[in-house]
């Protein structure tokens, strides 16, 4: 019973993982192709109801519909934790990018 609870508590912290990463993936697209504020809107709606429809999901599936707050719990953790990561990941890629460049220019 505890196995198929840590099982579920890890697949809840990945799936929190993923949306920060399909939510980055989409804030990315969106600098690349410039969107007015009515389309970020609907996007972000959009987003956020397969982000729900997700998490709904795989609470239905796993707990047969109960709340379990240690699975929210889990979800928001993974998502703060790859927030964190790439956070750190894209200061290192700017420091290497600045050292890089400057190493490039003649003094």
């Known amino acids: ?14 799936t929190g993982a993923l949306l920060i990463w399909c939510y980055l993936i989409l804030v990315g697209l969106r600098k690349v192709i410039r969107h ?4 970020v809107n609907i996007e972000d709606l959009l987003y956020w109801c397969v982000a729900a429809l997700i998490i709904f999901v795989s609470a239905f599936l796993e707990n047969n519909g109960e709340v379990r707050w240690y699975s929210a719990a889990a979800i928001l953790l993974g998502a703060w934790v790859q927030w964190g990561v790439l956070f750190f990941l894209r200061r290192i890629c700017i420091k290497l990018l600045k050292k890089f460049r400057n190493r490039g220019r003649m003094t």
């Open 1 to 14: 019973m505890i196995k198929q609870e840590a099982v579920f508590f890890m697949e809840s912290f990945l």
């Open 36 to 39: 007015g504020m009515l389309a």
